[in-house]
């Protein structure tokens, strides 16, 4: 009697499978490393060039938030950092390409003790407050000005909804018909959108 194969080829198939799966967690594994490793480099890199400049340096200058960002990640001069953190004023002329850096420290060290409450507090109060206009909560195809701009904004009110613990379905939604065109984008901020088109919240954006 002719025995049949289909248990051994379910077997095999199930195996390869297995072993491609996990070639690509290690080769992902390791793309995340050396992304890493690349960004700390970049943290270091900032510090050393910036910090003799930073006294000269206007209050707005973005180069001033990129060093004490990287204090706080790398946990160097935390109580200057915090300091900066805890009295930056308000983003003025570009107030959603300003503050975007801002939420970013807020999402990579909320939950780190190099960031002071203080200093959480005041970046999360400017959050609460910022505007839910159709800039923020809705999309644009083609876009007023560029996909990146109309991200980052959705982002922010993305963002300002969950620190008030509001409904953010209709932030969802919108950035989902951004990603129909654009699929698998990454975006500013801690917000990603996978390739089954969830939107997906994660702490710890890298800074680079």
């Known amino acids: 009697m002719k025995r049949s194969m289909k248990p051994t080829l379910t077997l095999v198939t199930a195996l390869l499978l297995a072993t491609l799966s996990a070639a690509q967690a290690d080769e992902s594994s390791d793309q995340q490393k050396q992304i890493k490793a690349r960004r700390t480099e970049n943290l270091h890199w900032i510090i050393e060039n910036f910090d003799k400049l930073e006294p000269a340096m206007d209050a707005r200058d973005g180069r001033r938030w990129a060093i004490n960002h990287a204090r706080l990640v790398l946990g160097r001069d935390v109580g200057h950092a ?32 190099q960031l002071f409450d203080e200093a959480e507090t005041r970046i999360v109060g400017f959050l609460k407050q910022w505007p839910q206009k159709a800039l923020t909560s809705r999309a644009h195809w083609p876009p007023r000005f560029t996909e ?27 950035i989902k018909k951004i990603h ?28 680079g």
Do not use: K, W
């Not at 959603?96 to 801002?102: A, G, T, V």
């Not at 129909?180 to 800074?207: A, E, K």
């Open 82 to 113: 915090n300091g900066y953190f805890e009295s930056f004023a308000p983003p003025a002329d570009d107030p959603d390409i300003d503050f975007i850096r801002f939420l970013r420290t807020l999402l990579d060290c909320r939950d780190e003790p």
């Open 148 to 174: 990146n701009h109309n991200l980052l904004n959705l982002n922010l009110g993305l963002f300002a909804q969950v620190y008030r613990n509001s409904d953010i379905s209709g932030h969802e939604r919108e």
């Open 180 to 207: 129909r065109t654009s699929h698998g984008t990454r975006l500013r901020g801690d917000l990603f959108i996978s390739d089954s088109g969830s939107v997906q919240l994660r702490v710890g954006i890298p800074f």
